[in-house]
């Protein structure tokens, strides 16, 4: 009995030692403050509030609590039919899904206070931005030979390429992002999204003859390839001729032609968007983006989100290709959660509806700056931005062994966010920065399909 006990003393015991050297060791590799208990309690008060936010919430959706203060797990229900085959393994998509809500508040409060908008300040402010950056957002960039003529580089860009951003973060007050789902004929939520301040598009969505549905307002779109292509026909979709297209990959040659010939009179943008890994690929998660970075409130009509998923539908045409779409329903419960954004469906059709134990902005707060330094990142977490630069020069010659074991997904995102705070707070230090960019774009798989 005595053994027993004691064998259970030693293994609490070295459960602790675990924990301490998890939060020490992240913290102390990169010399700034460690979390204080105050920041533990409001990690832990964020993942019990959160667990008790995706229950009520969810529409049956559960979220547990991993082994650490950032983990969570949200799981649907056993008897959920996944539909979705990876079209590479030929597996079916499964049921419970792994998020780190540490990353998640950090990454999308950087998200709230950046410009997504592609501009020719960020790209002259990067140490080798024409050579390095710019040819990647032209169409066969890559026959540009670096820029090498700066000129046709620039030629190309110019349409599309504001000096400074255009937008500014929380520039609008209540704005909706409109998917393309089906589910959008169940319910008549046109006059609803006519009451925002912004509405942001995607792609071909109609909006004549949908009206009812989807609304008539229309301020943003956000193309992908195919669609930017057709930008003599996206155009036409709004009556007003007013809307701002942000094209999520490259300038395309034909592009620049129909902008200069046709003309088309809207203004044209290229987004420049984060990286958020696998976790968040897809059109609705990069809408929410753009959304996020200029406006206070963001709500999310026309997107997947109930239980019953059958098959992929779009409103205005036939089911078409998705893909991962539980993960796309739980990375978006997760969002909600997180007071990001509030989700309107046909099950959650209440206009007044409330996100119940939804954190308090203040609790979110407190864990955005406990997160910083949990994951050892600049930013809200040190004040001096000289040794938030010393920090990179020390992550650069580091090697990342010793965290890779702890928590790997989050590194790739760390060397991009820690430019990201950088280049956001207009402080471009030269040589410290200059080492670091090279390793970002090994590491951060820019988007461009
Ligand atoms: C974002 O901006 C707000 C308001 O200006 C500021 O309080 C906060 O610290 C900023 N967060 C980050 C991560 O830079
Ligand atoms: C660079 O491009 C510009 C614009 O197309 C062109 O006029 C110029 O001749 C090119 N310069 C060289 C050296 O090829
Ligand atoms: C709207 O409906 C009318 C009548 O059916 C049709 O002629 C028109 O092409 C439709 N417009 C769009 C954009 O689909």
Known sequence: MKVLHLGFLLVLASGIFALIIYITGVTNLHEISRPSPEDLEALKSLQDSFQKCVHANGLGLRAIVGKDLCEVTIEFPRDTISKWKDPKTGELEGLSFDFNLCESVANWEQVRNSSTILTREFIDALPNGWEDYAWRRINKGILLNRCANRTLCEEKLSLVLPLTPPFVPRQFDRCAVIGNSGDLLKTRFGNEIDDYDVVIRENGAPIQNYTEYVGKKSTFRLLNRGSAKALDKVVELDETRKEVLIIKTTIHDIMNKMIKEIPIENPVYLMLGTSFGS???????????????????????????????????????????????????????????????????????????????????????????????????????????????????????????????????????????????????????????????????????????
């Not at 976790?279 to 753009?290: D, H, P, R, W």
């Not at 045409?317 to 997180?338: F, I, N, V, W």
Request: glycine residues 8%; contains cysteine.
């Open 279 to 449: 976790s968040a690929k897809g059109t609705g998660v990069k809408a929410l983006e753009f959304a996020l970075s200029i406006c206070e409130s963001v709500d999310m009509y026309g997107f997947t989100v109930d239980p019953g998923y059958k098959e992929w539908t779009r409103y205005f045409s036939e089911s078409r290709q998705g893909h991962t779409p539980l993960h796309g329903r739980a990375y978006y419960q997760m969002m909600e959660c997180l007071g990001l954004i509030k989700i309107h469906s046909p099950m959650r059709a209440d206009r007044n509806r409330i996100v119940k134990f939804l954190p308090s902005s203040n609790l979110i707060r407190a864990a955005g700056i406990a997160s910083a330094k949990v994951l050892g990142r600049i930013g809200r977490a040190s004040s001096d931005p000289l040794a938030a630069c010393s920090i990179i020069k020390e992550q650069v010659k580091r090697s990342f062994d010793q965290l890779i074991n702890i928590r790997k997904p989050a590194i790739n995102h760390q060397r991009y966010e820690e430019l990201s705070i950088q280049w956001s707070n207009g402080f471009l230090a030269s040589a410290c920065l200059r080492g670091a960019v090279a390793i970002w774009w090994n590491y951060s798989h820019f988007w461009m399909v």
